[in-house]
């Protein structure tokens, strides 16, 4: 297992002061998942209101040898991978074509790609592992190649990115893609608000503990004093925007420094600092995105009551 690339810290740095002093305020949602938010996230996975996680699965379980069929590859390459949960409904039927196969996760959080790794590396004898550990957004230009790959991005992540980022990042795939490569896209799809906004507002609060985790990622890596009891998490669904939003609120009158950047704020009571969005996606409007990126939609897989859905993409070819 080798590891390249690293997160720098004066990135995090500039990019929390920029969120901080912007109007509306936001933090990237890439630092929620230090070790403590990626075991968050793996929990809010395993929730009764958060279905997306349980439906991908089911699909990949059912579909996972056709897509990888499809897609004749020898390589995956899973961006976001986290904990890597349902990586081996595509890992089985690729080492099954190719015994040699090769797994590259690109993934900003080392402590899950690490156990991710090992427990992969265990359970499928003969899969070759090269992690990246970087930034998705950033560090995609030295990857491993191979005769035909398959790039992963489930879990709805591309969800997490504006119309226009998720424009520019599909660019930006395509150009390190080649012809031969597919592109599978986990999304969740527009439904019932109730059934939207309780996937984001568990009864058990582990969601709420995810959201004040930033701050406390905040906290540690710029000498911070959030107060997390002081802060609400909330989490709607923006219909004009057809996304769910979560927020951080302040309870209170209150004052927060950053000493290793110099940066004090104050927050009046209900100030709120945006923490991500996540979109939810309609088949047409996707298919139509991802030409605007140079992509045709080859394959949609979704699941009886169409809470989820797998789109299979290839490079138009021009
Ligand atoms: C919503 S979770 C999905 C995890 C997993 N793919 C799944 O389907 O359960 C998003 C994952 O992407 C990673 N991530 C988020 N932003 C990233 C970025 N800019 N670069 C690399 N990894 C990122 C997070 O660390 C996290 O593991």
């Not at 305020?25 to 209101?49: M, N, Q, T, W």
């Not at 000493?259 to 991500?276: H, K, V």
Request: charged share 25%; glycine share 6%.
């Amino acid at each position: 297992v080798s590891v390249t690339g690293a997160s720098p810290a004066t990135q995090f740095a500039q990019d929390i002061r920029d969120g901080l002093t912007a109007e509306p305020r936001y933090l990237h949602p890439k630092y929620f998942y230090d070790e403590v938010g990626s075991k968050l996230f793996d929990a809010i996975c395993e929730l009764p209101e958060y279905y997306p996680t349980r439906t991908e699965a089911a699909i990949l379980a059912e579909h996972g040898d056709q897509i990888v069929a499809r897609a004749a590859a020898s390589a995956l390459v899973e961006l976001g991978s986290g904990s890597s949960q349902k990586t081996g409904f595509l890992l089985a039927p690729m080492l099954r074509h190719n015994a040699g196969a090769l797994y590259v996760p690109v993934e900003i959080s080392e402590s899950a790609v690490s156990e991710a790794a090992e427990r992969l590396i265990d359970e499928h004898p003969g899969l070759r592992v090269v992690p990246v550990i970087g930034d998705f957004e950033a560090e995609l230009g030295d990857l491993p190649t191979a005769d035909a790959r398959l790039f992963a991005f489930l879990g709805s992540t591309i969800g997490n990115f504006t119309p226009a980022q998720m424009h520019d990042f599909l660019i930006g795939l395509g150009r390190v893609m080649q012809p031969e490569d597919s592109l599978l896209i986990g999304i969740d799809l527009v439904k019932d608000r109730a059934e939207l906004e309780a996937a984001y507002n568990d009864s058990a609060g582990v969601t709420a503990r995810f959201n004040k985790n930033l701050l406390a990622v905040v906290n540690r890596e710029l000498d911070g004093d959030f107060a997390l009891d002081d802060w609400q998490h909330v989490a709607f669904f923006d219909e004009r925007d057809c996304w769910i939003e979560m927020r951080l609120r302040s309870a209170r009158a209150q004052r927060v420094e950053l000493r290793a950047i110099d940066l004090t704020i104050d927050f009046a009571p209900g100030d709120e600092i945006r923490s991500e969005i996540s979109r939810k996606f309609k088949r047409a409007q996707f298919g139509e995105d991802l030409s605007a990126a140079g992509f045709s939609l080859e394959g949609w897989f979704s699941d009886n009551d169409e809470r989820f859905a797998l789109a299979l993409a290839q490079l138009s070819s021009s």
